[in-house]
């Protein structure tokens, strides 16, 4: 009797080049993930929308290629405009004298505020360089353990949730009227039922299976236009070709140095959620190169040269005028929803974004998608990026019978998810270092710190032969 042949896995590993045609598809379905978020944080900050979207391809780009060129393998992320700076540039733009009923901040201001993003860039490289000349991934484990970036991980995505149900709702952008809620209800559960069929039913069924979030934008696009949901008026009001606005950082201000703390500082936000994020692909990736039978990537043990691709990021974003980055969770739920970690396939993403910065009628196209369809992905990514922080737990094998671990895990969720859900804008009221951080305290961050620091406590006061224990955890 013959053997039996075992069925080729589906999906594409970080090195993989998929035919040029699929590689586009999958490319716009990675600036379809992206783009909300992207645009939505550059307005929030005031910054030109094409000089983002042109700069963030740019650094996803520029990052994959060094990646590739200095450790023979990419590692796949994709670099949007990170939520953590808003209200500490805020604050900055306040003091500069812009007021909040402005569109676009102007150059002046934006180039104060970008010097800041150089100092996280400063921050991230300086960081990543320690812990990759003290070991890498087995040092950073003793700070940074399972029990830290999974929560971390669980944190972001459960604390979007409260941004994901107000897209779908419509109170994101003023509705109140129950008809119309109503209305981008359905959008946003149609595109999520749709987003759930695609990526259970067509699993394995070839390219086309790695297309869900796609698939399901156009289903709720085409229900959201008999809905009345499509803003037809934002079509023809751009010009076919745009140059972005490039405004350079500036060091002379008066409150260059304020800008440089209050923003630099939130790189405490981003450099455990960039390690959660990393630890999340590099786990996935792993799992489907075991299925297919081929060599495991361990992206987890270039964690510091990771956040030092972090850094790169920043101060490209900082030297040209952008907002500052961060690895984007959505398209790492992306990737694992889709099991396309293809890093050919994040630069063609990079290179969209970027041309949209100049193509006015593809950024019109891409922008006039309802916010109701992307709230009904949002619900599906951002409860995915959650559900890998459990994962984390699970492959680290994390014990939650372990006090030490238990409570520094329910320390970074409540504080995390519950600042997140429960204050303005995600900050704490803690009236403390108030220069700094004039409108509280980031959630996230702090619920991080606080895990950080309950597990170097441990480390410390605990008998040596049980402080040996844990560090060989």
Not at 80 to 87: E, K
Not at 280 to 286: E, K, M, N, P
Not at 346 to 370: D, H, K, N, R, Y
Request: a neutral charge.
């Amino acid at each position: 009797m013959a053997a039996k042949t075992k069925p080729q896995v589906m999906g594409y590993l970080p090195n993989d080049t998929p035919p040029f045609g699929q590689m586009v598809l999958l490319g716009l379905q990675h600036v379809l993930t992206m783009f909300p978020a992207t645009v939505l944080a550059a307005i929030l900050m005031k910054f030109p929308v094409s000089t983002v979207l042109t700069i963030t391809g740019l650094g996803t780009v520029i990052t994959l290629i060094v990646s590739k060129l200095a450790l023979g393998t990419y590692i796949p992320l994709y670099y949007g405009s990170s939520f953590s700076y808003i209200t500490a540039v805020a604050g900055i733009m306040a003091a500069l004298g812009v007021s909040s009923e402005t569109a676009v901040a102007p150059p002046e201001a934006i180039s104060v505020v970008t010097a800041g993003f150089i100092a996280t860039a400063i921050i991230n490289v300086v960081v990543g360089f320690i812990i990759r000349a003290s070991g890498g991934k087995q040092a950073l484990d003793k700070v940074l353990p399972a029990i830290i970036t999974g929560p971390v991980a669980c944190t972001i995505g459960i604390g979007l949730g409260a941004a994901a149900l107000t897209m779908s709702s419509g109170t994101c952008c003023g509705i109140a009227d129950p008809g119309t809620q109503i209305k981008w209800w359905t959008a946003a559960i149609v595109t999520l039922l749709a987003a759930y069929i695609f990526s259970v039913y067509l699993q394995g069924k070839g390219f086309v299976g790695m297309l869900p979030i796609l698939l399901a934008a156009v289903v709720g696009y085409l229900v959201a236009i008999p809905l009345g949901l499509v803003n037809w008026a934002g079509f023809g009001q751009e010009a076919l070709l745009r140059a972005p606005v490039i405004t350079l950082p500036r060091f002379n201000d008066p409150l260059t140095l304020t800008a440089i703390v209050g923003i630099g500082i939130m790189a405490i936000a981003t450099i455990p959620e960039s390690t959660a994020h990393l630890y999340q692909i590099s786990l996935y990736v792993d799992h489907l190169a075991e299925e297919q039978g081929r060599k495991k990537y361990a992206l987890a043990e270039y964690i510091g040269f990771n956040l030092m691709l972090d850094g790169l990021d920043d101060f490209i974003n900082g030297l040209f005028g952008s907002t500052a980055g961060t690895n984007y969770g959505e398209n790492n739920s992306l990737m694992v929803i889709t099991r396309n970690y293809a890093g050919p396939a994040l630069l063609t993403a990079g290179v969209i974004a970027m041309i949209l910065g100049f193509i006015g009628p593809l950024a019109e196209a891409i922008s006039s998608i309802p916010t109701a369809v992307s709230g009904g992905l949002a619900i599906y990514l951002f409860g995915v990026i959650g559900m890998q922080g459990i994962a984390l737990m699970m492959a680290e094998k994390v014990n939650l019978y372990d006090p030490r671990q238990l409570a520094i895990g329910a320390i970074i969720l409540i504080v995390g998810i519950g600042g997140n859900i429960g204050f303005p804008n995600g900050f704490l009221p803690i009236p403390l270092l108030t220069g700094i951080f004039p409108n509280g305290w980031p959630a996230i961050a702090t619920g991080a710190m606080l895990g950080i620091l309950f597990n170097l406590i441990t480390l410390v006061f605990k008998p040596p032969a049980e402080r040996a224990d844990i560090l060989h955890k």
